[in-house]
């Protein structure tokens, strides 16, 4: 068992997995200690609120309610996390190429027009199984559209070396337009009998949405369905490919030394715009699972003003993952959790933005993850060098030279000359 945690410890992954702790742990302590100069400042709370707040803020979704309230609490939980996981996996195995997608909101936006724009023109009432086989090309359409976007910036990086941080910035502002403009030209879409301005109707007048599996029975009153499900497989199948395939190999090879990539004859270019075409599908992929669903309902005229927040929180979801996908599924899930925990901070005397200034510590600690994995290392590397009690116990001594007799020559009882002091008489 000892030596099963010292070959633990030593593993990269686990030295990932502590410092993104370290970083969650860093974000909560200082958003506890911005909660209790908040107390002290009001004089309708006291620091005991302080310590009330911070409890429903880790108790998430089961922070309060009767319990049917907290069952519907911990679907639409999960169910938020599918696309943050997506634009989560986008960013990761994009950095694993050496490229950081910032472009994650545009192509999540892309996905959503493709998606929406199969689903919502074609009324599957009646026949549930058009109705799955809408959705599916649907989900495909989306996923295209997002390759294609996410190709853009993948191909300038690789053609012409612009950096992708630009043109990412630059396809996010374009999507969002396009995105306004092309259902501002199809009226009849437009929800107009619901007394809202500027919403699409669903895929629950369509009949055509996400299924659920009966996972919305399993917890009543939420929006969870079959995304949360596919958005685990996909995080699978990206490990799978990085880790286990000769593609992935020479994707993190560009990522970790293009030159050298290069010289070993892989070609830089097309891994480049590959890269940055599958990152582009994977947010897709999440905007559409997120508006395929019946009771997301989708504001096409403002998409131009403000780009969806899932598309920039999927970057410190991939930081703290430490670009792992399968850490992505998880920090995921936690950072809906702690939005879950901040609905509830009201009866503390807090508005719900506590949790969001939270969560940004801790994405603020994020960037700070690689000097924790330095000082982990440099603290096991430490260790190993200092021996323990046992082992120095372990260590034989050495044997004392033996007495000579009173009676022995003056000559055997000088002190033995080494063979080095010879030498240097010998030489002088």
């Known amino acids: 068992m000892k030596n099963f945690f010292s070959q633990l410890v030593k593993k990269e992954g686990f030295k990932s997995v502590l410092s993104s702790i370290l970083c969650i742990l860093a974000g909560i302590l200082v958003g506890f200690i911005a909660m209790i100069i908040l107390a002290c400042l009001n004089e309708r709370q006291s620091i005991g609120d302080a310590f009330y707040g911070l409890g429903i803020l880790i108790a998430g979704p089961f922070a309060s309610g009767t319990s049917a309230y907290i069952v519907s609490n911990l679907g639409n939980m999960i169910f938020y996390a599918g696309p943050l996981i997506m634009t989560g996996l986008s ?11 910032i472009g994650a909101a545009g192509q999540f936006l892309m996905g959503t027009l493709a998606s929406l724009s199969v689903a919502l023109h074609i009324n599957c009432e009646g026949n549930a199984f058009l109705g799955v086989i809408v ?3 649907a989900v495909l359409f989306g996923m295209m559209a997002g390759m ?6 993948g191909f300038f990086k690789a053609v012409f070396n612009v950096n992708e941080v630009i043109v990412c910035i630059m396809t996010n502002w374009i999507a969002a337009n396009i995105v ?3 259902f501002k030209g199809m009226p009849e879409l437009v929800n107009a009998g619901s007394g809202k301005s500027g919403y699409l109707i669903t895929t629950e007048s369509t009949f055509n ?11 009543a009153g939420s929006y969870l369905d079959l995304g949360i499900i596919l958005a685990i497989v996909l995080a699978i199948v990206v ?11 020479e994707l993190r090879a560009c990522g970790a030394n293009k030159y050298g990539a290069r010289c070993a004859g892989m070609s830089e270019k097309r891994n480049i715009i590959l890269s940055m075409a599958i990152a582009g599908g994977l947010a897709a992929i999440g905007g559409a699972l997120y508006y395929l ?6 504001k096409f005229d403002t998409a131009y003003s403000r780009l969806p927040d899932y598309g920039f929180n999927g970057i410190p979801v991939a930081l703290l993952a430490s670009n792992n996908p399968i850490g992505v599924i998880f920090v995921g899930l936690f950072i809906r959790y702690l939005n879950m925990g901040g609905t509830n901070l009201t009866s503390a005397g807090y508005n719900n933005y506590i949790s969001d200034i939270i969560i940004a510590l801790i994405i603020y600690f994020a960037g700070f993850s690689m000097l924790f994995k330095n000082i982990i290392s440099k603290l096991l590397k430490k260790k190993e060098k200092q021996p323990t009690l046992a082992e120095k116990a372990a260590v034989p001594a050495e044997p004392a030279p033996a007495a000579l007799p009173d009676n022995a020559p003056e000559e055997e009882k000088k002190e ?3 063979d080095e002091k010879a030498q240097e008489g010998k030489e002088a």
Do not use: D, H, Q, R
Not at 239 to 249: P, S
């Open 91 to 101: 960013v990761a195995i994009a950095y694993k190429t050496g490229l950081f997608n």
């Open 293 to 298: 669903n019946p009771g997301i309902e989708f």
């Open 209 to 219: 949405g996400t299924p659920t599996l009966g996972l919305n029975k399993l917890f």
């Open 135 to 137: 959705w599916i090309v």
């Open 148 to 153: 294609i976007w996410g190709a853009i910036p």
């Open 180 to 182: 306004s403009w092309a």
């Open 239 to 249: 490990f799978i490919l990085l880790t286990k395939t000769t593609f992935g190999y």
């Open 416 to 418: 033995p000359v080494s």
